[in-house]
DNA sequence: ATACAATATCAATAAGTATTGATATAATAA
DNA sequence: TTATTATATCAATACTTATTGATATTGTAT
């Protein structure tokens, strides 16, 4: 019996496509920086303060997450606002479960 | 507004299960096996054929997600045959949504 | 017993990436 | 203007992990 997966460049490519943004959220500090910005947005120095992670870490975690279009930004005096692109993890999302889940069903 | 996320401990251990789950899955490689055993069960050597590995990579690459208990394995004469573990998967794709999905619905 | 096929292990290297420290940029206020 | 606050950038380092090559183990057959 041939696999279906795996076999054509559709399916590499989404493939691809799914480790990419898993490998981006697999980083346990980008993980909890969405978990954040999922129930609301922040400014950055709320965020590092709240996780107790450093200032320019924090800052280049943000730029992973906004290089790959998961999180937004905007300016607000002297703060920079973040807040999450529920749409792009929504659909990173149903991409994944498109492979781990859905056994058949 | 005070985060209701990565403020305890059963928060923080979640997340970090969850990254430790994702950077296994988040490897390309890996991914395609998990990807090839949701649909069947086979052995090393069809999965490193299938594939283009190296069949030392392929031991290895199981290795891992057996010492993570996504997969299990068991001996048929000289073949030693590989299967997803179904639950376990499932499992950690429902804690995942849970800091995904379900924006507050 | 020997030979062969399938898989696993181990050491070494290569590749990628998180973190740190120092510094630069941008916005605001005095 | 200068000073201050918030954020971003850059180079260097530390760390992790994927990959490779060689070898060992295990099961089967002759």
Redesign the pocket.
């Known amino acids: 019996m041939k696999p279906k997966c795996c076999n054509n460049k559709k399916s590499l490519a989404e493939i691809s496509q799914v480790a990419e943004f898993l490998?981006i959220i697999s980083?346990?500090?980008r993980l909890k920086i969405l978990c954040l910005l999922k129930e609301n947005e922040m400014?950055?120095?709320?965020i590092?303060q709240y996780l107790g992670?450093?200032?320019?870490?924090?800052?280049?975690?943000?730029?992973?997450l906004k290089d790959f279009e998961l999180v937004s930004?905007r300016?607000e005096?002297?703060?920079?606002?973040y807040s999450i692109n529920k749409n792009a993890v929504k659909n990173y999302s149903k991409l994944l479960n498109k492979f781990l889940n859905s056994y058949g069903e």
């Open positions: 490998k980083e346990e500090n400014c950055v120095c709320d590092w992670l450093a200032q320019n870490l924090t800052s280049h975690h943000l730029k992973v930004s300016q005096g002297l703060k920079v606002i």
